[in-house]
């Protein structure tokens, strides 16, 4: 062991140590390889590629499934009628079922993805719906349930009867609610509820590593293999288990309350809703409707029946069978067997009418008006919940800070997490933008710092106990401006921030002389001072909590590699909070590296709601490039005369169309800024700031101010073009209808462009018509753009095409693209488009398409 003496000498020492991974090793990691000498990054990938190839079989096969139902059907169609003259034992079997209409089973695939936790199952953000297409159809059951829908056997519809009790209060848009409609999920591994015959597959599950994890979102391998289809199937029945309801009753009222004993669910079997008399009232209700297919085991009390039915049964099926209580939905499920309709002498009908997508489009629709049906309810949404501050546990001294601050209610996102964080649980929390995130991370991490301070332990250097890393500069100030208005009563608590746009060694003097125990970092530049012998290392080496903010951002594409390499230098003895508005699936796998396997999921954006602010109005339009500038001025100046306390924000594509798009406003006399990383920090941040506080401003701005900034009272969010995906959509449109204020979005779009809307074909979005604009504010707009100096001009056209050419959704092959960018040049006043140079272009991979000039 080194002495921590000898560490403090030796300042180069935790490179060095790195360098043989010695470090995380005295940091409490493990080996930081893998088998084949791949790193635990790389290892996760390789798993995550395989997994993907399993949920390929699987679709494939559940298409033969479907394929099965549909012939199924119409062979029921074509069967003959039962004679009542029959045997009363044949007669009987007349009473079993028929299979289901087509439209009935639209309605239980509809069904299945509207229960809690089915998310997984059928994500708009997921691709296309054609992967959907593929899914199993039938009802729930416990065998073709994909595991994403394993967390929720909770009837939805039973829910939000209590969770919709919501009364207004409060000003500015604020107001409580008394239900509750967000849900806590714990990953608590392997329950140990499991009957002793059921323990045999666990073993070989568990004997399989880390990686069980993963396969509970993708491993569908399941159907191939018997062994391991009752090993999923136990897996499925086991995280069954672990769902703690968290949605609104009145009894949960006035404080968290979860289903803590998890064995009281496992009486209900996976399908708790059918022990409750209420519900099974529902059962027999919707049966007449069509929909006892779902709900209902009439038919399936013989045992002869069942064997009738099934095709696909094995003993342990049976056990299982014997083990649910009320319905055994298994049966159901089987109904893909031919049974007596299997009469192979009867013609086949050509199956095109089944299978020509309407059967998607329907289902689609049907999930739509269930969604839609759900919204109505959540339209009274609240941010604001009943807890105060002062009942949570945290310290007085930052509650009377909060107070202070005029926090005194806490926010849904905040009651939800709080208690979470507090036990020092990892979690990974979705939240709505504007609802107050960022203090939920914050007053658990100050409460770390507190504890950790008062533990006394000595410390050879001084230690940073949190470390938040977030995506932007200006986020990072914000964040680390409301941990001090926290932190205000409390003496000798730093909060320090490392972002980029500042001189490094200004960085190491501030904190050489002013120690901090939180840390806010934008993740390159926190790498700098890791890697570049800053001497950070030793003082992360006590960290008690890690907070990704913005995580899903953090984890995706861009700053992903940085943010490993960040993480492989933290200790694994420590708490890990991850937050985003958005959290797509990919980002839900990966976040399972940053966090431990008993992790909790906090969700509060209800489930079938919509992801945006409920009283933000979002409106799109269509209109060719070439009229793009125009249409904003004119949006601009109509929104004005009917705000006169207007604050706008003008989303474009990349920082120089950003800058042209400022130009040409500040031209034609408006009252505009521009932000966007290529302007110097100082700008930034002086822009930031004057925004925050003034009123009648525009802001021209790239993606730096789509996440996280809190500009109060923004009036209008416009977005010229498409954002980079359907994420970003939505941490835009977040910068208005904040704390649950009114808001406007509007989203303008060329008309090749329009692809973009299937992403947010789930968010309430209108077309708005074309604006009348006149020909002589088209003669100003052409006047002002011809005195931008052509060299900005070149400057967007290269931005532009460098923008689009990265998005590979955009199903546009390259000439196309190339010709659109043209136009675009055109539309910006240059003669011809300007060319590139040939090494550009060949990154670009655009040297050899026509209408590409290359510079000599
Ligand atoms: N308990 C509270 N009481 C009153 N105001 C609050 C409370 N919590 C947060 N706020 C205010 O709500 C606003 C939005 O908070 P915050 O910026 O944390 O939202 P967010 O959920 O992180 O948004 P985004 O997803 O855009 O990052 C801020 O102005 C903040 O001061």
């Known amino acids: 062991m080194y002495s921590p003496i000898f560490l403090r000498r030796c300042k180069p020492l935790p490179d060095l140590l790195r360098s043989r991974g010695l470090l995380t090793r005295l940091m409490g990691g493990g080996p930081r390889t893998f088998p084949g000498g791949i790193n635990k990054w790389q290892w996760k990938r390789l798993h995550e590629k395989k997994a993907r190839e399993k949920e390929k079989r699987l679709l494939e096969h559940e298409k033969q499934l479907y394929q099965a139902r549909v012939r199924t059907q119409i062979r029921s169609k074509l069967a003959p009628q039962p004679d009542p003259k029959l045997s009363p034992e044949s007669a009987s079997s007349s009473t079993t079922p028929s299979p289901m209409s087509p439209t009935a089973h639209i309605k239980a695939l509809a069904d299945r993805f509207m229960k809690a936790g089915a998310e997984d199952l059928w994500n708009e953000d997921d691709g296309p719906v054609s992967k959907a297409a593929n899914e199993r159809p039938g009802p729930v059951n416990s065998r073709n349930r994909r595991p994403g829908s394993i967390n929720s056997p909770v009837d939805l519809r039973g829910l939000i009867s209590g969770g919709s009790n919501s009364i207004r209060a409060g000003e500015n848009g604020w107001k409580y609610s008394k239900g509750r409609n967000f849900s806590v999920q714990a990953f608590q591994g392997r329950s140990d509820s499991v009957r002793p015959r059921q323990r045999k597959f666990r073993r070989n599950e568990s004997s399989s590593g880390d990686d069980d994890d993963n396969e509970g979102d993708t491993d569908y391998g399941f159907f191939n293999d018997p062994e391991k289809s009752a090993k999923k199937r136990e897996g499925l029945k086991k995280d069954s288990l672990n769902v703690r309801d968290y949605m609104g009753s009145k009894s949960n009222r006035g404080g968290l309350k979860y289903l803590s004993n998890v064995r009281d669910n496992e009486d209900d079997g996976d399908y708790g809703f059918f022990n409750d008399p209420k519900k099974k009232l529902e059962v027999s209700k919707d049966s007449r409707d069509g929909r006892d297919h779902m709900r209902s085991n009439r038919g399936f009390s013989d045992r002869k029946e069942k064997r009738f039915w099934r095709n696909d049964s094995d003993d342990d099926d049976d056990d299982e069978e014997e083990e649910g209580e009320g319905v055994s939905v ?56 009943e807890k105060r501050f002062d009942e949570c546990g945290i310290s007085p001294l930052t509650v ?62 001084p230690p940073v106990y949190v470390l938040i890393l977030c995506p932007t500069r200006e986020l990072a100030s914000q964040i680390a401006a409301e941990a001090n208005a926290m932190l205000k009563y409390h003496d000798g608590i730093g909060v320090q921030t490392l972002v980029g746009g500042t001189r490094f060694k200004d960085d190491q003097k501030r904190l050489e002389s002013n120690p901090c125990q939180i840390i806010v970092a934008t993740p390159g530049r926190l790498l700098d001072h890791i890697e570049n012998r800053g001497g950070l290392s030793v003082h992360l080496m006590a960290l008690k909590m890690l907070i990704l903010d913005e995580a899903d951002h953090l984890l995706h594409l861009g700053f992903r590699k940085d ?50 602010p409920v009283k933000v109005k979002q409106s799109f339009l269509v209109i060719p490039h070439e009229s793009h500038f125009q249409a904003v001025y004119h949006l601009l100046k109509e929104h004005i005369s009917k705000a006169p306390d207007y604050k706008v924000i003008v989303f474009c594509t990349t920082g120089m169309v950003t800058s042209l798009m400022f130009l040409l406003l500040r031209e034609m006399n408006m009252s505009v800024r521009e932000m966007h990383s290529r302007k110097p920090q100082l700008h930034r941040t002086r ?81 708005i018509p074309l604006p009348l604009m006149d020909q002589e504010t088209k003669h100003k707009i052409d006047d ?28 546009r092959d390259k000439t196309s693209l190339v010709e659109l960018a043209k136009q675009f040049s055109e539309s910006i006043g240059l003669q011809k488009p300007p060319p590139l140079f040939r090494k550009t272009a060949l990154k670009m991979g655009l040297k050899d398409i026509p209408g590409i000039r290359i510079r000599r």
């Open 784 to 811: 002002s753009m011809s005195k931008i100096d052509s060299s900005m001009k070149e400057a967007a056209y290269h931005a532009w095409l460098g923008y689009y050419n990265s998005i590979r959704e955009i199903g």
């Open 400 to 461: 009377k800070a909060l107070t202070a601050s005029g926090y005194v209610q806490m926010t849904r996102v905040q009651e939800a997490t709080l208690s979470v964080c507090l036990e020092g649980k990892d979690a990974l929390v979705k939240a709505k933008t504007g609802t107050g995130k960022s203090a939920a991370f914050l007053l658990p991490a100050i409460e770390a710092v507190l504890k950790a301070v008062s533990s006394n332990s000595r410390h050879r250097v």
């Open 563 to 612: 943010v490993e390499k960040i993480i492989d230098c933290l200790p694994r003895q420590r708490q890990s909070l991850l937050f985003s508005a958005t959290i797509p699936k990919e980002v839900r796998r990966i976040s399972q590296l940053v966090l431990k396997k008993d992790h909790m999921v906090v969700n509060t954006v209800g489930l079938g709601s919509v992801e945006t």
């Open 687 to 767: 822009v930031s700031d004057e925004f925050r506080e003034s009123k009648r401003l525009v802001l021209v701005t790239s993606d730096v101010s789509a996440r996280g900034m809190n500009y109060p009272d923004v009036t209008l969010v416009i977005q010229v073009g498409i954002p980079s995906d359907r994420e970003q959509y939505i941490h835009r449109l977040g910068r208005t209808g904040r704390e649950g204020k009114d808001g406007e979005g509007i989203l303008m779009l060329a008309p090749w462009e329009e692809y973009f809307l299937d992403e947010l074909k789930d968010l309430p979005l209108e077309k």
């Open 330 to 385: 298994k049966e159901v499920g089987s109904r893909a067997a031919l049974g007596k309709y299997d009469v192979k002498v009867t013609k086949r009908v050509p199956l095109k009418d089944f299978e020509d997508g309407n059967d998607i489009e329907r289902i689609r629709l049907e999930l739509q008006k269930r969604k839609e049906e759900l919204n109505e309810t959540y339209e009274e949404e609240s941010v604001l919940s």
